[in-house]
Nanobody, 124 residues
């Protein structure tokens, strides 16, 4: 059983940056591939970024490529999402998720564990 706790969200202006963290406890963090998802009011939860276990290959949804960076530190059991040049359309609750397996996936149903979410609000 893995517990995930996100932090780092907040209210910022367009063009600002944030760094989200996802701290994991209760499992062997390095055995999990990880993902960040987000859900805006009235919209479906969507994949934002993923990072595999092992060599840590990464992937992003097109709308955040070049602005967001996902990373992980297995020594600290923590995953990060650096959000740069934020836009109002990035406003959402951001969730981290973990799955047993080598590779991340865009499919939310494939993840075994989820955090409670952290709110990111970007004003124009």
């Amino acid at each position: 059983q893995v517990q995930l706790v996100e932090s780092g969200g907040g209210l910022v202006q367009a063009g600002d940056s944030l760094r989200l963290s996802c701290a994991a406890a209760g499992g062997t963090f390095s055995m999990y591939s990880m993902g960040w998802f987000r859900q805006a009011p009235g919209k479906k939860r969507e994949f934002v970024a993923g990072i595999s276990r092992g060599v840590g290959s990464t992937g992003y949804v097109d709308s955040v490529k070049g602005r967001f960076t996902i990373s992980r530190d297995n020594t600290k059991n923590t995953m990060y999402l650096q959000l740069n040049n934020l836009k109002p359309e990035d406003t959402a609750v951001y969730y981290c998720a973990a799955r047993l397996g080598w590779a991340y996936t865009l499919d939310a149903s494939a993840y075994n564990y989820w955090g409670q979410g952290t709110q990111v609000t970007v004003s124009s």
